[in-house]
């Protein structure tokens, strides 16, 4: 009874999606485990940048590459910590669920604007948004404290347990992640065939009855609001918000780590986070060559790894890729059936 259950489950989740929740479950034994501030500090990296990713992967399910995620990343940091130091909300789930809705609300709008282009247009598009959100945050000090930024937090709080350490910080980081996971895996699974079309042919799943315009905003909210905790838990981190944690150049980090990790398995960004934060901790011991290192890291795992890491995997364990690859959907199976043609009268 409990094989077939764990199997129902698994068929309906999907099993790299329970490797990636059972994971993440597991690292709640972490704190418990040890209390080293480097292991801890890494490991709340870690998460903060598989968050990220999943925004990222969300993105790449329909074909869109973004850069926007630490706009989005810096709306919600910023939007929970102002709630918080001006309007005393301490509350754990208050201030998660407005990091995760306000860039939600901003994205909406903004969605329906730059999701109407594609490829390279889209990529300058989100590129540019993340270059600007920063210039607002410098420019708006009366609100957001300018090159100040905002210090001096108070700890969130949730039923009497309080965040006021590394590892507090790190248990909160966790929950934080398994919930972005879950939500990622929710809204991938339940629209699996319409992502699958869209990244197909999105114009012939338009014109085979598919809305692909509001899949795409779907998608791109919820990438926003999932970037918005990320954000989040950044700054309660870093004890500050400032402009500087969310800069347009630190996109192409969570694109790496979703591409290095491989861009068809939800295990993508776990394995391309882990590894990459890993290796930029492990070479920022060798200073001046620090970045020489990383760059090197990261050609050869692409040039290695067409399919990233995973992908890897699945193409030396073929079992493995009966598992976990993501299998596309066709067109016709998003999409409602088309009327028979009536014949010439």
């Known amino acids: 009874m409990a094989e077939s259950f764990i199997q129902r489950v698994t068929r309906r989740v999907g099993a790299a999606e329970m490797v990636l929740l059972v ?14 501030p ?40 910023y939007a929970g910590a102002i709630m918080s130091l001006d309007h005393g909300v301490t509350n754990l789930l208050a201030l998660a669920g407005i990091s995760f809705i306000v860039p939600m609300l901003i994205a909406l709008p903004l969605g329906w604007m730059v999701l109407r282009l594609s490829g390279v247009y889209f990529v300058l598009v989100t590129f540019v948004i993340a270059e600007i959100v920063p210039l607002v945050l410098f420019e708006t000090s009366s609100l957001t404290g300018g090159a100040n930024g905002l210090a001096g937090l108070p700890a969130p709080v949730l039923m009497g347990w309080t965040v006021q350490d590394n590892r507090a910080v790190l248990q909160m980081a966790i929950g934080v992640a398994l919930l972005c996971a879950i939500v990622t895996v929710a809204l991938t699974r339940a629209l699996r065939r319409q992502f699958a079309a869209i990244e197909e042919d999105p114009v012939l799943a338009q014109s085979l009855g598919l809305v692909v315009w509001k899949h795409k905003v779907i998608g791109f909210c919820v990438a926003a609001g999932i970037s918005g905790l990320g954000g989040f838990v950044l700054v309660n981190m870093l004890l500050t918000a400032h402009p500087s944690s969310f800069s347009a150049i630190s996109s192409v980090n969570y694109i790496a780590y979703a591409i290095v990790g491989g861009r068809a398995s939800i295990l993508g960004p776990l394995v391309g986070s882990t590894l990459l934060v890993w290796a930029t901790n492990l070479f920022s011991f060798e200073g001046q060559y620090s970045q020489g ?35 596309a959907s066709a067109v016709s199976a998003a999409a409602p059936p088309q009327a028979a043609p009536q ?3």
């Open 293 to 327: 290192l990383f760059g090197l890291l990261l050609m050869v795992v692409v040039l290695a790894t067409k399919g990233g890491i995973v992908g890897l995997a699945m193409s030396v364990w073929p079992p493995l890729a009966h598992r976990f690859r993501h299998r």
């Open 23 to 36: 994971v993440l479950f597991a690292c709640f034994m972490v704190p418990a485990l040890t209390a080293s």
């Open 38 to 77: 480097s292991l801890v500090s890494l490991l709340s990296q870690i998460l903060i940048a598989l968050i990220g990713a999943l925004a990222v992967y969300i993105m790449m399910r329909m074909d869109l590459m973004t850069f926007g995620v630490p706009a989005f990343m810096a709306v919600g940091a």
């Open 343 to 345: 014949g010439d009268k």
